[in-house]
């Protein structure tokens, strides 16, 4: 059973920072790719940042130049540092992990954790 579990998530000005983590359980090389979702009230679940096992990265347009993501493969964690917030930022972020293909290809998800910037 493959668990993910987030921390880290606040309430912060603009401008400001935050620093989100999230730890997997079940085996360190099972997960290609980890990375960050958010949602914000009435809004679409979008993809915030992602990293493969290769350290290949992708970010959404509106956090490029603010938000870095960075995964330890060995210790199964990957973290969301977020500077320069915005109240746009404002979301439930969550935590995702998908497995290889041959090992399933599973999507795992967090429970999601708040951020709220305010103005």
């Known amino acids: 059973q493959v668990q993910l579990v987030e921390s880290g998530g606040g309430l912060v000005q603009a401008g400001g920072s935050l620093r989100l983590s999230c730890a997997a359980s079940?085996?360190?090389?099972?997960?290609?790719?980890m990375g960050w979702y958010r949602q914000a009230p009435g809004k679409q679940r979008e993809l915030v940042a992602s990293?493969?096992?290769?350290?290949?990265?992708n970010y959404a347009d509106s956090v490029k130049g603010r938000f870095t993501i960075s995964r330890d493969i060995t210790k199964k964690t990957v973290v969301l540092q977020m500077n320069s917030l915005k109240p746009e930022d404002t979301a439930v972020y969550y935590c995702?992990?998908?497995?290889?293909?041959?090992?399933?290809?599973?999507?795992?998800w967090g429970q999601g954790t708040q951020v709220t910037v305010s103005s």
């Open positions: 990293m493969t096992t290769g350290g290949n990265t």
């Open positions: 079940g085996s360190a090389f099972s997960f290609n790719t």
């Open positions: 995702n992990a998908v497995q290889f293909p041959l090992l399933g290809g599973n999507i795992y």
